[in-house]
């Protein structure tokens, strides 16, 4: 005769079942991050556990608009590309001339499938001559692998290896020269440099999704508290505030900028063939 299960068992069985549906990847961020938490609303982007809001999404918006704003943007696929066809791969991949961007410099692009239509779109970092930095919302391994056959190029997934950060908001700029980056003053729009930071080195771009005065900082992931902390001592008076998504979100929408997957779908989750977007209709 079969007996019913316990609640030790029943619990046990719980337990088990809602490891599939916690998230359970935390970015190097994630300490400092939980510590401030107080509406514990998150949400999954890409495997990771990141905020909607962290304490009151109104007033995070207002930090953007007013003061300075932390956002975790690690979650944020990154490929490293470099070698000596770079340049001309990605010229190949991309829909902007890759030709006309200088080392240090920053621009917005896009990329497609073999019929035209956007796989994704994202932000293109050339490091060097020979080395770049892609940033995106999906993943593109396979497909930038593929497409790189007869390229003198190695491709590299480093979304776990490099945390990243955005500081927008009118008083970023006063909070990066009090913490100790000398020279991020001579960055313009689109420009990018690297900075002395706890032994070794970070890169930074003056880029953002806000429409405001921002900045974007990408560091090897062993020194990202390290760096969140040198940025919120170095804030303190200036009002520097972490923030979550919908804050950033609402920013974002006034400045008229894009997210795959929420404006336009991507070629690859098109289910619909007339959901389908060439470049020119985004």
Sequence with gaps: MNQLPTLDASAARAAAQSHFRTLRLGTPFQPRIDALARTNDWYNW???????SLWDEELEYFAIRSQAALFDISPMTKYRIAGPDAEAFLNRVTLRDVTKLKSGRVHYTAWCDDDGFVLDDGTL???????????????????????????????????????????????????????????????????LAEFPHDHGTITISRTGF??????????????????????????????????????LNRARLEAGLIVANADFTTSEHAIRADRLRMPDEI
């Design 46 to 52: 890409a495997g990771y556990r990141a905020p909607h």
């Design 210 to 247: 806000t429409g405001d005065l921002g900045y974007e900082l990408f560091v090897p992931a062993d020194k990202a508290l390290s760096l969140w902390d040198r940025l919120i001592l170095a804030g303190e008076l200036r009002g520097i505030r972490a923030i979550g998504y919908t804050a």
């Design 125 to 191: 970092f050339r490091l060097s001559p020979t080395r770049f930095r892609l940033c995106s919302q999906e993943r593109h391994l396979p497909w930038l692998l593929d497409s790189a056959t007869g390229f003198d190029v190695t491709v590299e997934e480093e979304t776990e290896a490099v945390a990243g950060l955005a500081l927008q908001g009118p008083t970023s700029f006063a909070v990066l020269r009090d913490a100790g980056f000398a020279g991020v003053e001579r960055l313009r729009v689109f420009d």
